[in-house]
């Protein structure tokens, strides 16, 4: 049994690259909007300027002592943010669960919170220092404008 090719779906002759690309550049016609070539089409004239600048390499020796460098002097700048650190968030984290239990309190839950500020806003703003230009939230005032004073 033939599979008989469906005029409305099918190309006439079986050319189904051919029957792609037509339809891509009616789509396009309708978006009005030009048809982008493939990479298999590129030519070595649309291919970008060799004298770009290359990409830096993460795992360079001069990169990880750069990313050394700018992390020592944010964390001088913020405080050290350590093992200790670490050990406090995550029993102020087991101190909220355990406030949700039947068993829990608003003591154990109070607790938590203040073992989990002071590290979290140190991180908060060790990230803040190694990436100033990041969206920063609006705050109230912001949000709001400043009060005007009566004259």
């Not at 891509?24 to 070595?44: D, T």
């Not at 990169?63 to 943010?81: D, E, I, N």
Request: net charge positive; glycine share 6%.
């Amino acid at each position: 049994m033939n599979p008989t090719p469906d005029s409305k779906t099918d190309p006439s002759d079986g050319d189904y690259v051919r029957y792609l690309k037509q339809l891509e550049q009616q789509q396009a016609s309708r978006l009005n909007l030009p048809l982008q070539a493939s990479p298999s089409e590129v030519s070595p004239s649309d291919a970008p300027p060799s004298d770009a600048t290359a990409p830096v390499n993460p795992f360079s020796p001069e990169h990880r002592a750069q990313m050394r460098a700018r992390f020592a002097t944010a964390q001088a700048k913020v405080g050290p943010l350590g093992l200790l650190q670490l050990i406090q968030t995550l029993i102020g984290a087991g101190l909220l669960v355990a406030s949700l239990s039947e068993q829990g309190n608003f003591i154990m839950l109070a607790v938590g919170i203040a073992l989990m500020w002071q590290p979290l806003t140190r991180l908060q703003r060790l990230l803040h220092e190694l990436n100033p230009k990041a969206a920063q939230p609006a705050s109230i005032t912001h949000l709001f404008g400043k009060p005007k004073k009566k004259p």
